[in-house]
C-alpha cells in the first residue's frame, strides 16, 4: 500500500509527501486511479463519507469500494486521493466537503482544534488485541483516538551475493555502516540508498542514538552529545561518494534496489514481494544500526489509523462504521494488509495466525518489529519534526556545525510545546 503527506520544498519531499509511512510499490503496481464509490442505497438515507489516499498496490481501491457496499447501514462514499493527501484532507477537514471518516497517523493537533473524537468506546472490548504502542501512539491525554489499520516497519534491505563478495556482513554500528557502503560502492552500483534527501531516514538516524524526540512529560530529548556525533559522521557519509543520489524513485518503492543501482536501500515491509520476485533468496533486511555508545538498533514503524471527523453528519453513525470494519471484520482487517500488499495486521490475533508472516524474510521483518520496532508520539508534530529536519539538513548537508543548529531547533520547539500546553 502507501503512505502520505505533503510536499514542502523539493528538499523535503519524501514517502511521507505522497505516501507515508506505509509504502505503495507504485512503480511497480501502478497507482489507482482517482475516483469515488458510492456503497449500497440502504441505511434508511443514511450516509457516510470516507476518504483514504491512493493505496499503490492494485486492488486496494477495489477493496475498499467492496467493504464500503457490504456495509448495509448507511450509504457508504469512498473518496481515493492521489498525491498530496495530506494538503487534501486538511482543506476537506475545514470545508462543506469534510469526510466522516478518514485514515492519518498520530496527530495532536487534530485533538487540539477538536477535529477528530475520541474512540475508546468502541475499541475498549478489543483494545488488549492492539499492541500497547499502536494504544499509545494513538493516545493523548488518556484518550484513544485513532484505530490502527496497518503496521509498517522499515529496515534497510541488502543483497545478499554482494555482501558475501565484498567479504561484509550486516552492520550493527552506524560507524560499520559507513564503511560497508564504501567497500559496496564499485562501478554503477552505490553502496547505499536513504533517500532523495534526509527526510525519510531523519527519525531513525535521531533515534539510534538511543533517544526519542520528546521525553514521556514532553521534553526536549532528541539533543545529545551523541546525535551531534551521529549527524558529524553523516555529513561524511553524504559527501562521499557511496551514496545514490538521483534516485528515480523515492525510498518507498524499492525499484532502486530492483534495478541494482544500489547494494543497500531503506524501504519497508511491503516492498518484500517485489523484491522476492526480482532477487529470490538473494536478499535480506536489518535494522538502522545503533549509533554512538548508548545507541540502539531501530526499526521504525509507519501504518495508518482511521479517525472520524468531529463534525461528522452523524458521529455516532460514522463510529458504528469504524466499529464494524475494523472492530469486528478481522477478515476484512486480513485482506487489507495482505491480499493486495504487505503488511502486518494491526490485530495482534490475525497477525498471529497470517501464514504470510510466518516464513522467511517476512518472519524476520515481524521479528525485528517486535524486538526494535519505534512508534511515532502524538505529542511530536509534524511542525516540530520539520524543525529538526533542518538542523539535520543544515548539518548533514550544508556542513554547518550540528551543535549550533540542534541549540537553534531547541528553541523553537521549545515555543511550539509552550502553544501546545
Not at 438515507?45 to 491512493?54: L, R, T
Not at 538473494?282 to 545503533?290: A, E, L, S
Not at 486480513?334 to 491480499?339: I, P, R, V, Y
Request: aromatic letters at 10%; a neutral charge.
Amino acid at each position: 500500500m502507501s503512505a502520505v503527506n505533503r510536499a514542502r520544498d523539493a528538499r523535503d519531499w519524501d514517502r511521507r509527501s505522497v505516501l507515508r509511512a506505509v509504502g505503495g510499490v507504485a512503480a511497480l503496481g501502478g497507482l489507482a486511479a482517482c475516483g469515488s464509490n458510492t456503497g449500497r442505497a440502504s441505511g434508511g438515507g443514511k450516509s457516510i463519507k470516507q476518504m483514504y489516499h491512493a493505496y499503490g498496490e492494485q486492488g486496494t481501491q477495489q477493496a475498499a469500494k467492496k467493504f464500503a457496499d457490504a456495509y448495509d447501514k448507511a450509504k457508504v462514499t469512498i473518496e481515493w486521493v492521489p498525491g498530496e493527501y495530506e494538503s487534501k484532507l486538511a482543506t476537506s477537514l475545514l470545508g462543506s466537503g469534510r469526510p466522516d471518516v478518514f485514515e492519518y497517523h498520530p496527530d495532536l493537533q487534530l485533538v487540539r482544534s477538536k477535529q477528530i473524537v475520541p474512540l475508546d468506546d468502541i475499541i475498549a472490548d478489543v483494545k488488549d488485541d492492539f499492541l500497547p504502542e499502536d494504544i499509545t501512539a494513538n493516545s493523548v491525554d488518556g484518550k484513544i483516538y485513532g484505530i490502527r489499520m496497518i503496521d509498517d516497519p522499515q529496515f534497510f534491505f541488502y543483497r545478499k551475493s554482494l555482501f558475501e563478495d565484498a567479504g561484509v556482513k550486516p552492520p550493527t554500528t552506524f560507524d560499520e555502516l559507513i564503511d560497508i557502503a564504501h567497500k559496496l560502492t564499485k562501478g554503477k552500483i552505490k553502496g547505499l540508498y536513504i533517500g532523495q534527501n534526509l527526510k525519510t531516514i531523519s527519525k531513525p538516524l535521531v533515534w539510534s542514538n538511543g533517544t526519542h524526540y520528546l521525553t514521556e512529560d514532553h521534553k526536549i530529548a532528541y539533543h545529545t552529545d551523541e546525535l551531534e556525533e551521529t549527524l558529524t559522521k553523516a555529513r561524511e557519509l553524504y559527501k562521499s561518494k557511496s551514496l545514490l543520489l538521483g534516485a528515480p524513485t523515492e525510498t518507498w518503492d524499492p525499484t532502486s534496489f530492483v534495478q541494482g543501482l544500489c547494494a543497500i536501500q531503506w524501504c519497508g515491509i511491503w516492498a518484500i514481494p517485489a523484491i522476492q520476485k526480482a532477487f529470490g533468496d538473494d536478499f535480506g533486511i536489518f535494522p538502522f544500526p545503533k549509533s554512538g555508545t548508548k545507541g540502539r538498533p531501530v526499526v521504525y514503524n509507519g501504518g495508518w489509523s482511521t479517525y472520524v471527523s468531529a463534525k461528522a453528519k452523524d458521529v455516532d453513525g460514522a463510529k458504528d462504521f469504524v466499529k464494524w470494519l475494523w472492530i469486528e471484520q478481522k477478515k476484512y482487517q486480513q485482506e487489507w494488509a495482505l491480499d493486495y500488499g504487505f503488511h502486518i495486521p494491526a490485530r495482534k490475533s490475525i497477525a498471529a495466525g497470517a501464514d504470510k508472516l510466518k516464513d522467511g524474510v517476512a518472519a524476520e521483518a515481524v521479528e525485528l518489529f517486535n524486538s526494535h520496532g519505534i512508534f511515532d508520539d502524538p505529542y511530536w508534530t509534524e511542525g516540530m519534526f520539520n524543525i529538526v529536519l533542518d538542523a539535520v539538513v543544515n548539518s548533514v548537508r550544508d556542513s554547518k556545525n550540528p551543535a549550533s543548529e540542534l541549540d537553534k531547533a531547541d528553541k523553537k520547539i521549545e515555543r511550539e510545546l509552550k502553544k501546545l500546553g
